[in-house]
DNA sequence: GCAAAAGTGTTCCAGATACACCCATGT
DNA sequence: ACATGGGTGTATCTGGAACACTTTTGC
């Protein structure tokens, strides 16, 4: 893929990755998903998906790529969170790492391991295993911009399938704030957006009353509100 | 400085800047500083204050070096802002910028020129110059960040000096906001944040009542208020 | 005494919060 | 008929917005 030629340049140049804080809710938890690394440095340890720049390539389509080459995972909310550039953050050269952090459904998950031999798996934020580099520190930043998000965009609709219940979104924002919430504010509050509409179907489990089925109206696009 | 020998990869790598959007409040309006590029590519054009990152340095150190060089100002807040990378952004060769904000009250103003001899000089935000680069698309995100941190957060004391009235305080604020603002509620505002405190001494100027000068309580922090 | 900016409280409104019961279904 | 989650309305609270006059000074 690589010519073997090197490339030469006056002054030193640092290397230039991605890394993606991929989220989900699974099991009713916010958990997101790491690679365990076959190789030095860290190796055995997890990291997050990621990897190097190539030369004319866009930096968020790095992220996707690497997202995709690793997870088979595509087409998913993503946005830049921070650079990271501590002289030391990698142990073999000077490294800029630009990070991502991205939101999918559940049922977007493929579970499939990535093409090469390394393992994925996802983690619940609050059991994360020892982590590569300064991952930790990235993760817990992205963690917290989710959070704070929740309260002036639309953004945990990202988490959401097509098709879903109030009672499922009303899920969502409970385990991402860890409270309960009022069933019936977060109702008004939620249509008040204006951003869902009913489907007209019905979603029935159990026994009890079908719930109402309702869709985001535009669910490429998180809006920020007030 | 440099030695002249070349560095050499196995892969390619793009360069890596910072540049800075610095802002502050001079003759009742919001400006940011420039610098008049001497030399190709945008020969003659404007720039944000920036340079190339050097290979043991920590980015918001490389911001704060190059603004020091290149204005001989410094000890400001200063705050990153988006990683700029699309692959024709410099016409030399590939370059990631990782831009920054800042923020300084106008008496910290050092009026003397860089010293090479290129210009520098303030501009509105409003009638700003033919620019280099990407730097029209960094400036309007990072004037949009600014605003939005009016909301719910203290960033706007970083305009003002040491000591200050709440008449210039809300001077500020309405600049930024580009609104006149109620003057009792305003003040009730700001006082019910408790980030400032009274010093005592009074500011006399024209024909009128000397009004209380106040300061703020923890000038280098910016709170997220609510 | 007059011009000019500093300083000060109360009413009103809107949006958030608290709260309890009936509905539709499967077994 | 009963167990289960789905669905609904009103009263209260709170923080923001609107609003006008008195105070202190320099000339």
Known sequence: MYQNAPYTYRHPHPAVTTDVVLFTIRE????LLLIQRANAPYSGMWALPGGFLEINEDLEHCAKRELEEETGISGIYLEQLY??????RDP?????????????PSDRLT????????????????????????????????????????????????????????????SVYEILLGTRLDKRNFRKRMLALGQIEETG?????????????????NPKRVEIIK
């Open 28 to 31: 009713g938890e916010l958990q």
């Open 92 to 104: 073999r050269e000077r490294v800029i790492s630009v990070t991502y952090y991205a939101l999918t």
């Open 111 to 170: 579970p499939k391991a990535a093409s090469d031999a390394k393992a994925t798996d996802w983690f619940p934020l609050n059991t994360l295993p020892a982590l590569a580099f300064d991952h930790a520190e990235i993760i817990a930043l992205a963690q917290q911009r989710l959070i704070a998000k929740l309260d002036y965009s639309t953004i945990a609709f990202q988490f959401m399938e097509a098709q879903f219940t109030l009672s499922q979104l009303q």
């Open 201 to 217: 179907e019905q979603h029935r489990t159990g026994n009890h009353r079908p719930a109402r089925v309702y869709r985001v109206k």
């Open 83 to 88: 650079t990271f550039g501590r002289p030391d």
